[in-house]
C-alpha cells in the first residue's frame, strides 16, 4: 500500500569521503539489496552475490588498515554503513558486522607476517568469514569452552563443535577459540581456519523465527589441523581476544539493531500517511502521531549512543561500558520500535504483504547474538559497582 520513499536519515559525518561513502552504500542498496529483500527471506536465500559486490566496493574492510585492502574508516563512519545495510536488509547488516568481527582477531593482534598473507583476501578478496566462540553448552559463559587444539609438531589439531555460528557453512575462514591449556579463560587460544580445511563442516543450518536468509550453523572440528603460522597472539591470549573483538561486535549489532527500527519507522509513517480511516489519514489522529514521535526518539537516542561509544573508540579511550549500553538500548529500542510498526500497520501489520513483521522477528534475535542484553546488563553493572563478589 505505501509507496513513499522513506525520508534519508540526516547524518553528521566528520569527512567528504565519508558522505560519498554512505551515497555509494546507499545505492547499492536500493539498486541491489532492497528490491529483493523480502522474497529472499522468506525462501531462506543467502545472498552470497551481494556479499561479493560490497567487497569489490571495497566494503567489507571498511574500519581496517589500508595497507592490507581496509578502508581505514573510523568506526563512527563504519558503524553508520552497517545501519543502512540492516535498514535495506538485515541478513547483509549482520553479515557484514560479522564479517568484521572475524577479521578483527587477525587485523589487531595477528604478526605484520600473518596480516600480510591473509588480510588482503579477507577483507578485499571477496571471502567471507565466521566467529567461532560459542559452543552446545557454553554460550554466555564462553571462558568453560571444551574445543580442544593439541599441538603435533609445527601444527595443531582442533577437535570440538561450536553452535550459533553465523555463516556457519558458507563462510571462507573462521577464527576459532580452541582450548589449549587449563580451565577457564586463561587455557584458551584463537587461530585461523580455512573455511575448506580437512575435518570442518557444518550441520544444517538451524530453522529459525527471522534472519532466515542468514545462515547460523553448528560447525564441527573433527581433527581439523592448522599450522602453528596460523595461531593468532600468544597461547593462552584467545579469550582475551574474543572479549576485546565482542567490545566492537557490540556496537556493529547496536547499529543494526537501529537500522532496522528505522526501516520499521519509515515503514509505519508511510503507512500512516496513507492509510484513512474516518475520512482522514490516521497520522492526523494524535494518538498514533505520539506513537511515531516516540519511536523517532528512541531511535535518535540509540543512534547517539553507538555513535558516542564509536567515537571514544577511535579516540583511543576505553569503551567497553558505552558498548555494552549501545548494544543494550539499541536492541531493546528495535523490539519496541518494531512492535509498535506492526501495531500501526494494523491487521497488514500482521502479514507477510508489508515488512513490518519481518521487522519484528528480526530484532528479537538482535536482543540475543553476541551478549544477551541481561549479559550486557552485567558489564555495565561491573562498570559502576565493582566485579560480583565470589
Known amino acids: 500500500m505505501p509507496d513513499r520513499a522513506p525520508q534519508q536519515v540526516d547524518r553528521q559525518l566528520p569527512t567528504d569521503e565519508a558522505r560519498d561513502l554512505i ?71 549482520l553479515g557484514v558486522s560479522v564479517h568484521t568481527l572475524a577479521s578483527y582477531a587477525l587485523a589487531t593482534y595477528g604478526t605484520k607476517e600473518q596480516q600480510t598473507e591473509h588480510l588482503p583476501a579477507m577483507l578485499g578478496g571477496g571471502l567471507l568469514g565466521a566467529y ?57 587460544t584463537a587461530f585461523l581456519v580455512p573455511g575448506d580445511a580437512e575435518g570442518l563442516s557444518a550441520a ?100 547517539a549512543l553507538y555513535l558516542t561509544a564509536a567515537r571514544l573508540r577511535d579516540a583511543g579511550l576505553p569503551f567497553a561500558k558505552q558498548a555494552a549500553m549501545a548494544k543494550l538500548h539499541c536492541t531493546d529500542t528495535a523490539m519496541r520500535v518494531t512492535t509498535d510498526a506492526v501495531q500501526i500497520l494494523g491487521g497488514y501489520g500482521y502479514t507477510a504483504d508489508f515488512p513490518a513483521e519481518r521487522y519484528m522477528r528480526e530484532a528479537k534475535v538482535l536482543q540475543i547474538v553476541e551478549g544477551t542484553n541481561q549479559i550486557q546488563r552485567m558489564v555495565i553493572a561491573r562498570h559502576l559497582a565493582g566485579p560480583e563478589e565470589r
Open 23 to 93: 551515497s555509494l552504500v546507499r545505492d547499492i542498496a536500493q539498486r541491489e539489496i532492497v528490491p529483493s529483500a523480502a522474497e529472499e527471506e522468506d525462501a531462506g536465500r543467502f545472498p552470497r552475490e551481494v556479499f561479493t559486490l560490497l567487497s569489490d566496493a571495497g566494503l567489507l574492510g571498511l574500519p581496517y588498515d589500508a595497507e592490507f585492502g581496509g578502508g581505514e574508516q573510523p568506526y563512527e563512519v563504519y558503524l553508520q554503513v552497517l545501519e543502512e545495510l540492516a535498514a535495506a536488509r538485515l541478513t547483509v547488516g
Open 204 to 303: 544444517v543450518p538451524e530453522k529459525k523465527m527471522g534472519l532466515k536468509g542468514s545462515p547460523t550453523a553448528q560447525v564441527h572440528l573433527d581433527g581439523v589441523r592448522v599450522p602453528d603460522a596460523r595461531r593468532i597472539g600468544e597461547e593462552g591470549q584467545g579469550f582475551a581476544i574474543a572479549l576485546s573483538a565482542l567490545e566492537s561486535g557490540r556496537l556493529g549489532i547496536a547499529a543494526c539493531a537501529i537500522g532496522v527500527a528505522q526501516a520499521a519507522l519509515d515503514e509505519a509513517v508511510s503507512y500512516a500517511a496513507e492509510r484513512r480511516q474516518f475520512g482522514k489519514p490516521i497520522a492526523d489522529f494524535q494518538g498514533l502521531r505520539f506513537m511515531l514521535a516516540d519511536m523517532a526518539t528512541q531511535i535518535e537516542a540509540g543512534r
Open 132 to 188: 567461532c566462540l560459542s559452543e552446545p553448552a557454553s554460550g554466555s559463559d564462553a571462558a568453560s569452552l571444551r574445543t580442544k587444539a593439541v599441538r603435533d609438531g609445527d601444527d595443531w589439531v582442533i577437535t570440538g563443535t561450536k553452535a550459533w555460528i553465523t555463516h556457519g557453512g558458507v563462510a571462507d575462514f573462521c577464527t576459532v577459540m580452541a582450548r589449549t591449556g587449563e580451565d577457564g579463560p586463561r587455557g584458551i
